[in-house]
């Protein structure tokens, strides 16, 4: 596709359960960025994936976040033991380089509700 | 550190009357900023952004930023508001280092556009 997919677009879930939340970067595109946009708290980084360099994993919150990028190109993230905390929007962006100029282009965002 | 400061979280104009959006950043060295904008229910799309070759940007939908130095701001500014100008605007600020690349976002600021 032309753009940034993600899927599901909306998640409901149980407390204590996890969810895989899923991002198609733009074809091409060799960085990836997961951020979490709550009410109240703006857009907070989560994680960044470069080629085939360690990812920047410094926003993740707490040890039940991870996040994978098979193949330089698709990407999960993965919540474990799911909170009410963790209700928020989670979006994805990729740009196709690196460096301080480089703008991202960002999915619709999965829209997690933990109940 | 990198940052940006939205000054304002609600900005209301009538539509036709001229629109600014307030940004003021901080950095230790010559930033590049964008501005993105969110409609309800919508991805982030980019407007513009600023990487050193011109002070005054222009973006998409008649939108244009001016970056001053001397005062650190980085401006959102349109001559005429439209109905469909009505959304959140981020002002952003890039990060690159080492192995990481991060987008800083502001706050948002939510600009309402009255017939």
């Known amino acids: 596709g032309a753009g940034v997919s993600q899927s599901p677009s909306n998640k409901v879930t149980e407390k204590g359960k996890d969810v895989e939340l899923r991002c198609d970067p733009i074809s091409g595109h060799t960085a990836l960025y997961w951020y979490r946009q709550s009410l109240g708290q703006g857009l907070e980084f989560l994680i960044y994936?470069?080629?085939?360099?360690?990812?920047?994993k410094s926003g993740l919150p707490s040890d039940r976040f991870s996040a994978e990028r098979t193949g330089g190109s698709v990407s999960t993230l993965t919540i474990q033991r799911t909170q009410q905390e963790d209700s928020a929007v989670y979006l994805c962006a990729s740009s196709n380089r690196q460096g301080v100029n480089t703008e991202a282009f960002f999915g619709q965002g999965t829209r997690l509700t933990v109940v | 550190a990198q940052s940006v400061t939205q000054l304002d979280s609600h900005v209301s104009v009538s539509e036709g009357t001229p629109v600014l959006l307030r940004c003021n950043y901080s950095?230790?060295?010559?930033?590049?900023l964008f501005w993105y904008v969110q409609h309800p229910n919508k991805g982030l799309q980019l407007l513009l952004k600023?990487?050193?070759?011109?002070?005054l940007v222009k973006g998409i939908n008649g939108f244009e930023a001016e970056f001053k130095k001397s005062e650190t701001s980085f401006h959102l500014t349109k001559p005429s508001a439209h109905m469909s100008d009505a959304a959140e605007y981020f002002c952003v600020v890039s990060t690159y280092g080492g192995a990481t690349n991060k987008l800083i976002f502001g706050t948002g600021t939510l600009l309402a556009v009255q017939p």
């Open positions: 950095s230790s060295y010559s930033p590049s």
């Open positions: 994936f470069q080629g085939n360099s360690a990812p920047d």
């Open positions: 600023y990487t050193s070759a011109a002070t």
